[in-house]
C-alpha cells in the first residue's frame, strides 16, 4: 500500500526581488509504503535528506530558471501550452512539485507610458460616466501624452464631472453622442482607430447600434456588455465584421472580461498537465464546470448604471447548464456561499443571468456552467432576492423604470460604502472530467478602478493587433492573442491574483492538511 503525504512551505527570499514578488510556495511529496510513524513524521516535515538550506537553494535555482508566469501557463517554440508546475525528483527519491504564485503590489500603479506600441485615436463611448472615465483614464496613462482620446456622452457638464474625478483626462476632447442612434455614432466616431462602448446598461437594446456604426466604418470595436441577449446580437454580426475587415470583442471588462479569460487559462493549463502525463497522448478531457462566482462590497463605487444593470437581471430568467443540459430557472436564487480568499473571506452569491455562460459553453464545451453574484452587507442580496420575486416583471423589463429605482436607491447604498467599502473579487472554479480541479482569484479593493483597467487592457490588446477581424467573446482565440500581457495591466493594484490553484490552497481559512499541519 502506498500512501502520500504533502506539506506547504511558505519560502520568502528576502534581498532577492522581481517584479515586486518574492513569494513562492514549494510542495514536497513523498510517496512511500506505509511502514512506520518515524517515516512517517519525517516525510511529513519535508525530504528526509533535504535541510533548510538546501530547500532555500532550491527555491532560488527555481526562480531562476525559466518557469511559468502570471498566467500560470507558458507556450513553447510550437505555440502549445506546457505545463505551469514542475514535477523534479531527488537522490532519494523524493519528488519536487514546485507552483508559482503571484501577488501584484497593493499599490495602483501609476501612468505607465511605456507601451511604445500603443499609439492611436480612441473614442470612448459613455465616456463621462463612471465605468467610461475609469476606462478612459486607465488608456492615458498607459499611451503616456500620445495618441488622442475623446469622451463621448450625453453632456458637456458630465465631461467636465469626469475630468474633475480623473485627472489625466484634462486633455481629452469631448463629443455629443446618443450611443442608440446608429447616425450619431458614426459621426463621432469617425477617423477613430478604436470605440469602447462603456454606455450601459445594455440590458432591453433592440439593437447593436455603435456595432454596426464600427463595422461600417471600419472602426475597431470594444465593448463591456454584461447582457447574454445583447452579446448573442453582437456575435451575430461576426460575418460582417469579417467582410469589412473589422476586429470586435463583446462582453470584455473586467467580469464578464477578464473572468472568462481566467477560466480559459486553467482550463488550458489544467489539460497542458494532463497530456503532460504519461499515457494521455491524444486524449483531450472534457471540462466538467466552471463556476464564475462575483463579489462587490456595496455599491462598488461605479454609479448608478451598475445599479440599475443589477435590477434588470433581476427581471430575466436565469439560462445556464447543468450536466450539459440547458437549464432555466429564477434569478437572485441558488444561494451559494464561496470562500473568496483571504482580504474577502466567505460570501454568499446568487443565480443571475449573465453572457459568460452562453460563451464559455459555447467555447469551452463545459458539461455545467453558471454565474452568481453576491454584494455586502447582507440586506442588498435580501433586498435583490425581494425584487426579482416582488416587483412585477413589467417594472424589471423596463429600463427607464429600473434607471429611476437607481438613482432613489443610489444614495441609500452609498450611505453605507464608507463602511463596507467598494473591494471586487473573483472566484472562477473549474474541474475536468479526469477529476482534476483549479481555481482562480483576483480581488481589487476597488471596482472603480480596476474595472477601467481591466476594460483599457483589453483596449490596448486591440490598438496592438491582437485581435482578428470579426465579433468575438474575449476567450475565443482570436480576440486576445497574448494573454500575459493583458493579465499584467488587469492584475495592477490587486490584492490578489491567483490562477491555477488547488481549492484548498485558496482557503481563507486554515486548511487542516492532517498530521497537526495546516495550510494558512
Same mark, same amino acid.
Given at each position: 500500500?502506498?500512501?502520500?503525504?504533502?506539506?506547504?512551505?511558505?519560502?520568502?527570499?528576502?534581498?532577492?526581488?522581481?517584479?515586486?514578488?518574492?513569494?513562492?510556495?514549494?510542495?514536497?511529496?513523498?510517496?512511500?509504503?506505509?511502514?512506520?510513524?518515524?517515516?512517517?513524521?519525517?516525510?511529513?516535515?519535508?525530504?528526509?535528506?533535504?535541510?533548510?538550506?538546501?530547500?532555500?537553494? &532550491?527555491?532560488?535555482?527555481? !526562480? +531562476?530558471? %525559466?518557469? #511559468? =508566469?502570471? @498566467?500560470?501557463?507558458?507556450?513553447?517554440?510550437?505555440?502549445? *501550452?506546457?505545463?505551469?508546475?514542475?514535477?523534479?525528483?531527488?537522490?532519494?527519491?523524493?519528488?519536487?512539485?514546485?507552483?508559482?504564485?503571484?501577488?501584484?503590489?497593493?499599490?495602483?500603479?501609476?501612468?505607465?507610458?511605456?507601451?511604445?506600441?500603443?499609439?492611436?485615436?480612441?473614442?470612448?463611448?459613455?465616456?463621462?460616466?463612471?465605468?467610461?472615465?475609469?476606462? &478612459?483614464?486607465?488608456?492615458? !496613462? +498607459?499611451? %503616456?501624452? #500620445? =495618441?488622442? @482620446?475623446?469622451?463621448?456622452?450625453?453632456?458637456?457638464?458630465? *465631461?467636465?464631472?469626469?475630468?474633475?474625478?480623473?485627472?489625466?483626462?484634462?486633455?481629452?476632447?469631448?463629443?455629443?453622442?446618443?450611443?442608440?442612434?446608429?447616425?450619431?455614432?458614426?459621426?463621432?466616431?469617425?477617423?477613430?482607430?478604436?470605440?469602447?462602448?462603456?454606455?450601459?446598461?445594455?440590458?432591453?437594446?433592440?439593437?447593436?447600434?455603435?456595432?454596426?456604426? &464600427?463595422?461600417?466604418?471600419?472602426?475597431?470595436?470594444?465593448?463591456?456588455?454584461?447582457?447574454?441577449?445583447?452579446?448573442?446580437?453582437?456575435?451575430?454580426?461576426?460575418?460582417?465584421?469579417?467582410?469589412?475587415?473589422?476586429?470586435?470583442?463583446?462582453?470584455?471588462?473586467?467580469?464578464?472580461?477578464?473572468?472568462?479569460?481566467?477560466?480559459?487559462?486553467?482550463?488550458?493549463?489544467?489539460?497542458?498537465?494532463?497530456?503532460?502525463?504519461?499515457?494521455?497522448?491524444?486524449?483531450?478531457?472534457?471540462?466538467?464546470?466552471?463556476?464564475?462566482?462575483?463579489?462587490?462590497?456595496?455599491?462598488?463605487?461605479?454609479?448608478?448604471?451598475?445599479?440599475?444593470?443589477?435590477?434588470?437581471?433581476?427581471?430575466?430568467?436565469?439560462?445556464?447548464?447543468?450536466?450539459?443540459?440547458?437549464?432555466?430557472?429564477?434569478?437572485?436564487?441558488?444561494?451559494?456561499?464561496?470562500?473568496?480568499?483571504?482580504?474577502?473571506?466567505?460570501?454568499?452569491?446568487?443565480?443571475?443571468?449573465?453572457?459568460?455562460?452562453?460563451?464559455?459553453?459555447?467555447?469551452?464545451?463545459?458539461?455545467?456552467?453558471?454565474?452568481?453574484?453576491?454584494?455586502?452587507?447582507?440586506?442588498?442580496?435580501?433586498?435583490?432576492?425581494?425584487?426579482?420575486?416582488?416587483?412585477?416583471?413589467?417594472?424589471?423589463?423596463?429600463?427607464?423604470?429600473?434607471?429611476?429605482?437607481?438613482?432613489?436607491?443610489?444614495?441609500?447604498?452609498?450611505?453605507?460604502?464608507?463602511?463596507?467599502?467598494?473591494?471586487?473579487?473573483?472566484?472562477?472554479?473549474?474541474?475536468?472530467?479526469?477529476?482534476?480541479?483549479?481555481?482562480?482569484?483576483?480581488?481589487?479593493?476597488?471596482?472603480?478602478?480596476?474595472?477601467?483597467?481591466?476594460?483599457?487592457?483589453?483596449?490596448?490588446?486591440?490598438?496592438?493587433?491582437?485581435?482578428?477581424?470579426?465579433?468575438?467573446?474575449?476567450?475565443?482565440?482570436?480576440?486576445?492573442?497574448?494573454?500575459?500581457?493583458?493579465?499584467?495591466?488587469?492584475?495592477?493594484?490587486?490584492?490578489?491574483?491567483?490562477?491555477?490553484?488547488?481549492?484548498?490552497?485558496?482557503?481563507?481559512?486554515?486548511?487542516?492538511?492532517?498530521?497537526?499541519?495546516?495550510?494558512?
Amino acid at each position: 500500500m502506498r500512501v502520500t503525504y504533502t506539506v506547504q512551505l511558505i519560502v520568502r527570499l528576502d534581498g532577492y526581488k522581481r517584479d515586486d514578488r518574492n513569494v513562492r510556495d514549494v510542495v514536497w511529496t513523498r510517496e512511500t509504503p506505509q511502514t512506520d510513524a518515524r517515516e512517517t513524521t519525517a516525510v511529513a516535515t519535508g525530504c528526509p535528506t533535504m535541510t533548510t538550506a538546501t530547500m532555500t537553494a &532550491a527555491a532560488v535555482a527555481g !526562480r +531562476a530558471s %525559466g518557469r #511559468r =508566469g502570471a @498566467l500560470g501557463s507558458r507556450r513553447n517554440e510550437t505555440g502549445k *501550452a506546457s505545463s505551469g508546475s514542475r514535477t523534479t525528483t531527488t537522490a532519494d527519491g523524493c519528488r519536487r512539485r514546485c507552483r508559482r504564485i503571484e501577488r501584484a503590489p497593493a499599490t495602483r500603479c501609476e501612468a505607465t507610458g511605456n507601451d511604445v506600441d500603443v499609439v492611436g485615436k480612441v473614442v470612448v463611448l459613455g465616456g463621462t460616466g463612471r465605468v467610461g472615465s475609469a476606462t &478612459a483614464s486607465a488608456i492615458r !496613462r +498607459a499611451m %503616456g501624452n #500620445r =495618441g488622442e @482620446l475623446t469622451l463621448g456622452g450625453r453632456t458637456r457638464e458630465r *465631461a467636465s464631472e469626469a475630468k474633475a474625478r480623473h485627472a489625466e483626462l484634462v486633455d481629452a476632447a469631448f463629443v455629443e453622442v446618443d450611443v442608440l442612434d446608429k447616425q450619431s455614432v458614426m459621426r463621432a466616431i469617425e477617423g477613430a482607430d478604436l470605440v469602447v462602448n462603456t454606455a450601459g446598461p445594455f440590458q432591453r437594446r433592440e439593437s447593436c447600434a455603435a456595432l454596426e456604426a &464600427a463595422i461600417e466604418l471600419g472602426v475597431k470595436y470594444l465593448d463591456v456588455c454584461d447582457d447574454a441577449s445583447y452579446g448573442a446580437r453582437a456575435k451575430k454580426l461576426s460575418d460582417k465584421a469579417k467582410a469589412s475587415g473589422t476586429a470586435a470583442i463583446t462582453c470584455a471588462g473586467i467580469y464578464p472580461g477578464v473572468s472568462n479569460l481566467m477560466a480559459l487559462d486553467i482550463v488550458q493549463s489544467m489539460k497542458a498537465d494532463f497530456a503532460a502525463e504519461e499515457g494521455n497522448e491524444g486524449k483531450d478531457p472534457e471540462v466538467e464546470y466552471v463556476l464564475y462566482n462575483y463579489f462587490t462590497a456595496g455599491s462598488g463605487g461605479v454609479g448608478t448604471t451598475i445599479l440599475a444593470t443589477s435590477y434588470l437581471l433581476c427581471g430575466e430568467e436565469v439560462v445556464c447548464w447543468e450536466d450539459g443540459q440547458r437549464v432555466v430557472t429564477k434569478p437572485a436564487s441558488q444561494r451559494k456561499v464561496v470562500d473568496f480568499g483571504k482580504g474577502v473571506g466567505r460570501r454568499e452569491v446568487f443565480l443571475y443571468n449573465l453572457p459568460e455562460v452562453a460563451s464559455t459553453r459555447e467555447v469551452l464545451g463545459a458539461r455545467t456552467v453558471k454565474a452568481r453574484f453576491g454584494t455586502s452587507p447582507g440586506v442588498w442580496n435580501g433586498a435583490m432576492v425581494a425584487i426579482a420575486n416582488l416587483v412585477p416583471q413589467s417594472l424589471l423589463e423596463n429600463q427607464d423604470a429600473m434607471k429611476a429605482l437607481a438613482e432613489f436607491s443610489a444614495p441609500i447604498v452609498r450611505s453605507v460604502d464608507s463602511i463596507v467599502g467598494e473591494t471586487t473579487s473573483i472566484r472562477v472554479e473549474v474541474k475536468l472530467k479526469d477529476g482534476k480541479q483549479a481555481v482562480g482569484l483576483y480581488t481589487h479593493p476597488q471596482l472603480s478602478e480596476c474595472v477601467g483597467t481591466c476594460t483599457a487592457a483589453f483596449a490596448l490588446a486591440m490598438l496592438r493587433g491582437e485581435c482578428a477581424p470579426g465579433v468575438w467573446y474575449p476567450e475565443e482565440k482570436e480576440a486576445i492573442s497574448d494573454r500575459k500581457a493583458l493579465f499584467d495591466m488587469a492584475k495592477e493594484g490587486t490584492s490578489l491574483f491567483l490562477l491555477n490553484q488547488a481549492p484548498w490552497m485558496v482557503e481563507s481559512k486554515p486548511v487542516n492538511l492532517g498530521f497537526g499541519l495546516y495550510w494558512t
